[in-house]
T-cell receptor, first 110, second 113 residues
Framework: GIQVEQSPPDLILQEGANSTLRCNFS?????LQWFHQNPWGQLINLFY???GTKQNGRLSATTVATERYSLLYISSSQTTDSGVYFC????????????FGEGTQLTVNP | EPEVTQTPSHQVTQMGQEVILRCVPI?????FYWYRQILGQKVEFLVS????????KSEIFDDQFSVERPDGSNFTLKIRSTKLEDSAMYFC???????????FGQGTRLTVV
């Protein structure tokens, strides 16, 4: 099955800093989503982005499907951005299930 | 905004007991899923359900597990004879069709003691 690798595994920032999270995948995909898991365990949809670039406030994401990676940018980070960020993909030849990466644990300090 | 809802939010059960986790997917969605997340680990796929039948399942989804859509709104996951290692957060998800955005419920935290 498809492999999804996220980097870095852990990231500690000061409030106001910018960051880039990366997601690499090993095969062609037709669906890619970014999620934020908050301290209560909820998975919050950030982006549905199988290709191209999207922006939502301080967050933006870019997926280059032909090179099998996606990037999530967080600008002017806030303490409420803390949590785990997951990338998840649907392999092109394999049904509709999402395969998740291991996640990036982000801590934003005041 | 429509959302996927799960009940209960927490469940504690004795080892060997059966539990039923409940989900109400978004109303015009056709594809339904269960995932689980053991504490500190990544989210793992269990099963997908479409057109009133299982369309995919992982190797985790063995005879101990079953899913059902008993009516037009609910989607349930039954775990028989629970084991300590079944303790996890269980997420329900739905999507309108196979190539659209998936939305997740808030999860049910299952603790087997």
């Amino acid at each position: 099955g498809i492999q999804v690798e996220q980097s870095p595994p852990d990231l500690i920032l000061q409030e106001g800093a910018n960051s880039t999270l990366r997601c690499n995948f090993s095969d062609s995909v037709n669906n890619l989503q970014w999620f934020h898991q908050n301290p209560w365990g909820q998975l919050i949809n950030l982006f549905y982005i199988p290709s191209g670039t999207k922006q939502n406030g301080r967050l933006s994401a870019t997926t280059v499907a032909t090179e099998r990676y996606s990037l999530l940018y967080i600008s002017s980070s806030q303490t409420t951005d803390s949590g785990v960020y997951f990338c998840a993909v649907v392999e092109e030849t394999s049904g509709s299930r999402l395969t998740f990466g291991e996640g990036t644990q982000l801590t934003v300090n005041p | 905004e429509p959302e996927v809802t799960q009940t209960p939010s927490h469940q504690v059960t004795q080892m060997g007991q059966e539990v039923i986790l409940r989900c109400v997917p978004i109303s015009n969605h056709l594809y339904f899923y269960w995932y689980r997340q053991i504490l500190g680990q990544k989210v793992e796929f269990l099963v997908s359900f479409y057109n009133n039948e299982i369309s995919e399942k992982s190797e985790i989804f063995d005879d101990q597990f079953s899913v059902e859509r008993p009516d037009g709104s609910n989607f349930t996951l039954k775990i028989r004879s629970t084991k300590l290692e079944d303790s996890a957060m269980y997420f329900c998800a739905s999507r309108r069709d196979s190539n659209t955005e998936a939305f997740f419920g808030q999860g049910t935290r299952l603790t087997v003691v």
